[in-house]
C-alpha cells in the first residue's frame, strides 16, 4: 500500500478545504467592510475574540454546507483494503488517498469527520433553540404575573433539576424507550413551544397590520408544519432530514436539561426588567401582558440570552458526542463526531489516528463559540 508524505497530506487537506476557505473569505471580507452597518455583530468581530469565535465558527458552517465537495469519500462507505489504514494510505483502485486514515471498519476518518459537522450544525443550534423556547415560554408569565403561576412554574423547574441528569438522560435515550412512541410523544409536546411562542409574538405585536399578521402566521404555519412532520410524523415532506427516534430523545433531553436553567435566567430578567419606566408606560397605553412581556421585556433581555444559548449549544454538542460515545445517542453508523470517538477509542492504543479528528473537531467548535459567547459578554458590558 502506498503513502503520502506529511506534508503532501496537509497540502491535499488544504485543497479540499479550498471552497469552505473561499466562503469564509468572502463571508469576513464583507463583514469588516461592512462592521459599522452590522450592529451587534459588526461590534462583535471588530474585537479578537469575536473574529476568532466568528472564524472558527463560519469554518464548520461552510464545512457543512460544502461536505460533499469537501468529502472524497462517502462516509458510509467502505473499502476493505483501507480498514485501520494510517493517514495517507492511497486506495488502489481509485488512486484516492484516505487522508486522515480509516477507521475499523475501513470508512474515511476525513469524509467522516467533514459529514459529522453537518449532524451537529443542525441539531445543536436546534435543540438549543428548542429550550430557549420553552424557558421563554414560561419565565416570562412566571416574572411578569408572579403569585400563584410563579410558585408553580418555579417548583415544576426546581423539580426537574432536582432529578439526576445523568439518569435521566439515560432513561431518554435508552434501547427500551426508543421501542415505544415515547419519543414521538415527547417531540410533539416540546416542538408546540417554538410554535406558540412565534404565533404569540406576532399575534400581539401585529394585530393591527391584518396583511403582515396573515404572512407571518401562514410562515410560521408552515415552518410548524414541516418541523412537525419531520420530527413528529416522520414523514419529512421536502426529504431534507431523516430523524431517528434516538435523535428526537436528544431534543427531549436537551429540553428538559436546559429549560429549567433557561427559565430561571428569563424568570429573574422579567422580575428585574418589569419594574422599568418604559414597561409601566406600556402598561398605562392599555397593551397586553403577553405584548409588554415578548415585545417590552424579551428585546431588553436578549444580551443575556444570546450568550447563554451560544454556551448552550456549545454543552449540547458536547452532550451529543458523550452520548454518542455511550452508544445511547446518534444511531451506530452515522458519522457525528461522539459516535466516531467511541467507535475508535476500543483500538485506541493500536490506533489513535481514527479518534483524533473528531475529538479535535468538537473542541474547536465549542472554543468557537466560547469565544463568540466571551465577545458577546464584552458589548453586552459595554452597552
Known sequence: MEFMSPFAIVLRVLIQFIP???AMAVLLTV???????????????????????????????????????????????????????LPGA??????????????????????RMVFGSRIVLIIAPLATFLALSVG????????????????ILSFLANLILAFPIILLFYLLVS?????????YALAGFFFVFPIVLLFTLFWS????????????????????GWLFATFVFDSDPFHILRVSPSTLNIFAAVALASGPGIFRIVRSLTLDIKTREYVQAAQTRGETPWFIMLWEILPNARGPLIVDACLRIGYTTILIGALGYFGLGMPPESPDW????????????????PALPPALAMMSFVLGLNLLADALREQSLKD
Not at 455583530?41 to 469575536?50: D, L, N, Q, R
Not at 434501547?175 to 419519543?183: K, R, V, Y
Open 20 to 22: 469552505v476557505s473561499m
Open 31 to 85: 463583514s469588516l467592510l461592512f462592521k459599522r452597518r452590522l450592529g451587534l455583530y459588526g461590534f462583535i468581530i471588530e474585537t479578537g475574540t469575536g473574529f476568532a469565535g466568528v472564524s472558527i465558527l463560519s469554518f464548520w458552517l461552510f464545512t457543512a454546507i460544502f461536505a460533499a465537495s469537501v468529502a472524497p469519500f462517502d462516509p458510509l462507505g467502505q473499502i476493505v483494503s483501507m480498514k485501520d489504514a
Open 90 to 111: 492511497i486506495e488502489a483502485n481509485s488512486g484516492l488517498p484516505y487522508l486522515l486514515g480509516g477507521d475499523k471498519l475501513a470508512r474515511d476518518v476525513f469524509s
Open 136 to 151: 421563554i415560554m414560561l419565565g416570562l408569565p412566571a416574572g411578569y404575573f408572579g403569585k400563584r403561576i410563579d410558585a
Open 175 to 183: 434501547p427500551g424507550i426508543l421501542e415505544t412512541p415515547i419519543p
Open 205 to 224: 405585536g401585529y394585530r393591527a397590520h391584518p396583511k403582515q399578521l396573515a404572512l407571518r402566521l401562514v410562515l410560521t404555519l408552515l415552518a410548524g
Open 338 to 353: 461522539g459516535t466516531a470517538i467511541k467507535e475508535s477509542s476500543r483500538l485506541m492504543r493500536a490506533f489513535v489516528h
